[in-house]
Structures are given as C-alpha cells and as structure tokens.
C-alpha cells in the first residue's frame, strides 16, 4: 500500500534559521513527487514536482531533493512569510494521476 | 484568469440530509478529483473523473456520488449526511493529456453536519 509520512509535524524557526521538512515514501513505482503549500483557510498551492532520485529544484528560499526514499524540502533564511503547511503527495505508477498525501509540516517562523 | 471554485465554502446541515458540494474549472481541464482534509489524515481522494460522464471511486468514497455532465463541473453529493463527514472538502483539476501534471486546488468547503 502507497504510504506517505512527512517530519516533523510541526517546526518553529527564528526568521534566517534554515532547515529541512522530510517526507518518506513507500510507493510501487514512483512517478513523481509533489510538495504543495497551504495556508491557512485556502487549498493548496502547488510548488514542485520531482521525477527521479537526485533531482533538485529551486524557487526563492525552497528548494527540494529527492532520493528513492524519501524527499526533503530545504528552506534557507526563512522569512515569517514562509509560515504555512507544507505537504507531499506521491503518484504512483498506475498511471491513474491520482496523488497520496502526508499529513503535512506545519511550519511557523517567527521574526 | 482560468480559475477554480467551490460554492458555498461553509455549509451547516444535519444528519441524513442529503448536501450537494459544487466545484467549477474554466481550465478546460479534463480531470478532476475531490478531497476530503482531516486532522490527522490529511487530504483523502473521494471520487476522480478523467472527462465528461467518466467517474471513478477513491479511498473514501462510501456515503459520496459524482457525477460528470460537462468539462467544467464535478458535483459532490453528500446521500445522506452523516457526523462522521464533518470536514473541509476540496476539488482539484489538472491538464486531460498528461496524468502527472500538477493538481489545482479551489479554496475548500467546509462542511459540518449536525
């Protein structure tokens, strides 16, 4: 059974002090990786998606990794702005487009 | 802009009532899915739809029906609403051609039944 488990469930951080939100995965063959944001009151935003083990992507203070495990969500210098709800969802290889979230890291980052 | 809804975004109603939870894409986006957001469990798929009278069951599909009867619009329909289904509901789209492409969420429904 597809499995998705994301740590810690929630982080506080002094604004500038990065860190890194884990999701692991157990999945019968992976075809991509998804990290949205959600604020809240409002649905998901989406962020990245990660194809294959090794591959990283960037936007602003994000950036995301993964391995054939597990994937990381690295946030350097966090801005209070950066404080939302940070989920990973995982597609599996039916090719049914459907997506197995976590239960999500709730990150607050105070000034 | 192409945008997501979802009406009402907060319903009461009580028990075996039945609720019916719209949500609209101007995306022109074949696929959509509905979710249910719970403490502790996340976001759950109730029912998904790859086009015009196509629907398909998720993981949590019991006490819910869908139905497809034009690109834009996927119903959720609540039979007979029961305590146990007090929760915040979202819908998503994503492009028809490829299955992999990211999901678009609308703002969410929060529903609660008495």
């Known amino acids: 059974e597809d499995q998705v488990t994301q740590s810690p469930e929630a982080l506080r951080l002094q604004e500038g002090e990065s860190s890194s939100l884990n999701c692991s995965y157990t999945?019968?063959?992976?075809?991509?990786l998804f990290w949205y944001r959600q604020d809240p009151g409002k649905g998901p935003e989406f962020l990245f998606t990660l194809y294959s083990a090794g591959e990283e992507k960037e936007k602003e203070r994000l950036k995301a990794t993964l391995t054939k495990k597990e994937s990381f969500l690295h946030i350097t210098a966090p801005k209070p702005e950066d404080s939302a709800t940070y989920l990973c969802?995982?597609?599996?290889?039916?090719?049914?487009?459907?997506?197995?979230f976590g239960q999500g890291t709730t990150l607050q980052v105070k000034p | 802009d192409a945008e997501i809804t979802q009406s009402p975004r907060h319903k009461i109603t009580e028990t075996g009532r039945q609720v019916t939870l719209a949500c609209h894409q101007t995306?022109?986006?074949?696929?959509m899915f509905w979710y249910r957001q719970d403490l502790g469990h996340g976001l759950r798929l109730i029912h998904y739809?790859?086009?015009?009278?196509?629907?398909n069951k998720g993981e949590v599909s019991d006490g819910y029906s869908v139905s497809r009867s034009n690109t834009e619009d996927l119903p959720l329909t609540l039979e007979s609403a029961a305590s146990s289904q007090t929760s915040v509901y979202f819908c998503a789209s994503s492009e028809g051609a490829h299955l992999l492409m990211k999901q678009y969420f609308g703002p969410g429904t929060r529903l609660t039944v008495t």
């Open positions: 739809s790859y086009g015009v009278h196509d629907t």
């Open positions: 969802a995982v597609q599996d290889s039916s090719n049914t487009g459907k997506l197995i």
């Open positions: 995306w022109n986006h074949n696929n």
């Open positions: 999945v019968s063959g992976l075809r991509g």
